[in-house]
């Protein structure tokens, strides 16, 4: 038997997806938002998390890392993510986080089961379709640095509250938000936010 944590914002669609996975004989499925995800980690202890790459409450950005737990007892699932060539960032930060299964959202359901069976032997499983967005992914123009910047900016912090959450001077944020906005092709801050947002970036 694989338990399966599938992980989703989206009530309607998590509950309908829980539902319908349940019905595989080898599949026991627990599901919750990204918000409970942790504490359904160690209680559950999944052998596959099955994860949706967005996540309302951190700008679209899923905590990935909190899917799995360190220390004397750690709990280390297969990580399958439910993601979208459109957003190239998210498959990047999926791929940073050691993620062995990607499964195209616009795909068959089906592609999600054989995702989960195909992880859970610990094999790789990805969706032909997902190439391009792989490839948009590995040409992600901005440094985590640059990254870090833009996320402070994406909250609202000033130049002096960047610089002083990254130990940084006034002229180096300035400098850092300057070529931002030049490699994203972006007018301006705003411009840049929404542009990286958008690409999964942020």
Request: include cysteine.
């Amino acid at each position: 038997m694989i338990r399966v944590l599938l992980v989703h914002d989206a009530c309607l669609v998590r509950s309908v997806l829980a539902e319908w996975l349940r019905g595989e004989p080898d599949l026991r499925v627990y599901d919750t938002p990204w918000r409970g995800a942790p504490g359904h980690v160690r209680s559950v202890r999944p052998d596959v998390c099955a994860a949706d790459l967005e996540c309302v409450d951190t700008y679209g950005i899923p905590p990935l890392g909190e899917l799995r737990t360190h220390g004397p007892d750690p709990v280390r699932p297969s990580l399958l993510v439910l993601a979208a060539a459109s957003r190239p960032g998210l498959l990047k930060r999926a791929v940073e986080a050691e993620a062995l299964g990607y499964v195209d959202k616009e795909g068959s359901p089906q592609n999600l089961v054989t995702g989960i069976r195909r992880v859970a032997e610990g094999k790789r499983f990805v969706d032909d379709s997902l190439g391009f967005g792989f490839l948009k992914a590995a040409q992600m123009p901005l440094t985590h640095r640059e990254l870090s910047v833009l996320s402070l900016a994406a909250e609202g912090a000033s130049i002096a509250e960047i610089a002083g959450s990254l130990h940084l001077s006034h002229g180096t944020v300035r400098n850092y938000m300057a070529a931002i906005t030049r490699k994203t092709g972006a007018r301006n801050r705003i411009d840049a936010i929404r542009i990286s947002q958008g690409e999964g970036w942020l």
